[in-house]
């Protein structure tokens, strides 16, 4: 996740950096996904979720064992998701749970559709430090893109239910080459609403996401986007205002950014910023970020779902993630084994080469270029000769992409 206006406020009140990177054992932020079943049939779903009972999900017993463990491990945070997280028959007892165990970050990523009555008064009543909740565009477009009519109402009133409970709520808003022209009137349902924060998330070639991969947005329409985020966050770091901008799933952000800051700002500012960049280190997959899916497999995150390091019913996640996996290894790399652009790029640094998952969705090789790296050769120092990137080709079936070939 790059967080856009906490860097850009180091451009108001800098502040010295703080390395979170080194040779020892980073404890990684967990998106668990409790269950695969959902209300909704979103076509960017990474989990390809729907509406049924899906087989082999973690017994009641195992998942209140994963909390233990990943409690006794003293993970920075816990994100409970889905599938539809309150769809999992015993949400709110693993939720009691893992509030009483005191994780020191405990985060709901919902749809919102549930956050009605009882639910939402639970959810209050569990003090989660913040919930993200899903709206892709307005009311017609979004009920398209989720699968269900009503559904942006209903999103749209869990927002609002969560507000008067005073609990922390974001805005999650995925582009598309379809809804980008959207965005705008995302910002603004954010600040009529009273949003705490906006999380803009680029397409991720995982699930139906890669499905529908020639969705994604074109690059220009992406550095639009990036403009529009930049002024709107410029505007509320200058003015005091209170909605947070952040985004994810692309961290070529950071290095737009730090463009944008180095045309703009003196010298001096332009270093402060790129240092806490690259204190941060762009994509975390394997290292700051870790995912456990609902049949128990432990994955780099969310979107590595065809490369499994073990499953939790047999071995603790704290012995999965402290052990000898060799893709683990590499993504701690710094920096990584990347090749083409991404591997020619002089701001590695900066963004820590991008999403994987698009480049071996594309090409079968996970350290390949990023082709949603929507940066000019010229603009991140690699010569010409290196060519213009890996093109997105439409999704005709996995049979028809390359095999993957991860080690």
């Known amino acids: 996740m790059f967080r856009l206006s906490q860097y850009m406020q180091q451009l108001k009140t800098p502040t010295p950096v703080r390395v979170r990177r ?35 999900e973690l017994s009641h017993d195992q998942a209140m064992g994963v909390l233990d463990d990943l409690n006794d491990f003293k993970i920075p945070a816990l994100i409970l998701s889905g599938g539809e997280p309150l769809s999992r028959f015993d949400f709110f007892d693993l939720a009691k749970r893992a509030r009483e165990l005191d ?10 559709t549930k956050l009605t009555g009882d639910a939402v008064a639970k959810v209050a009543d569990l003090n989660f430090d913040y919930v993200g909740i899903s709206i892709d565009g307005v009311k017609d477009f979004n009920d398209w893109f989720r699968g269900q009519e009503g559904a942006y109402d209903e999103a749209l009133h869990g927002i609002r239910e969560c507000k008067k409970r005073g609990i922390k709520v974001g805005l999650r808003f995925t582009i598309t080459e379809d809804s980008a022209h959207m965005l705008d009137d995302m910002l603004d349902l954010c600040d009529a609403e009273g949003v705490d924060k906006f999380y803009l998330s680029h397409l991720v070639y995982a699930g139906r996401g890669d499905k529908h991969r020639g969705d994604d947005t ?52 332009a270093a402060q910023v790129q240092s806490h960049l690259e204190a941060w280190g762009g994509n975390s997959s394997g290292l700051g970020v870790a ?59 900066v963004c820590g080469g991008n999403t994987r998952i698009r480049a ?17 050769n010229q603009e ?28």
């Open 22 to 56: 080194g040779s020892g054992g980073v404890k990684p932020v967990v998106i668990w996904n409790m269950t695969r079943r959902c209300n909704l049939k979103c076509r960017h779903c990474y989990t390809t979720s729907a509406d049924v009972q899906f087989p082999g």
């Open 103 to 112: 994780f020191r970050y405990l985060a709901l990523s919902t749809n919102g």
């Open 218 to 269: 074109e690059h220009k329409r992406t550095r639009k986007a990036m403009d529009t985020l930049i002024q709107r966050g410029w505007d509320a770091i200058q003015n005091d205002k209170p909605l947070e901008l952040v985004t994810g799933n692309n961290d070529a952000d950071a290095v737009y950014f730090l463009k944008w800051v180095q045309e703009n700002f003196s010298a001096e500012q």
């Open 291 to 349: 995912n456990i899916d609902p049949l128990g497999r432990v994955h780099p995150d969310t979107y590595w779902s065809d490369y499994t390091i073990g499953n939790v019913k047999s071995t603790p996640f704290t012995q999965l993630w402290t052990g000898d996996d060799p893709m683990l290894a590499t993504l701690r790399q710094r920096p990584r084994p990347l090749k083409g652009r991404c591997g020619e790029c002089t701001f590695k640094d």
């Open 360 to 376: 071996l969705q594309v090409t079968g090789d996970p350290w390949a270029e990023d082709p949603a790296c929507y940066m000019s």
């Open 380 to 407: 991140v120092g690699i010569d010409e000769h290196v060519g213009d990137g890996v093109v997105v080709t439409p999704f005709r079936g996995k049979r028809h992409d390359p095999k993957h070939q991860f080690l």
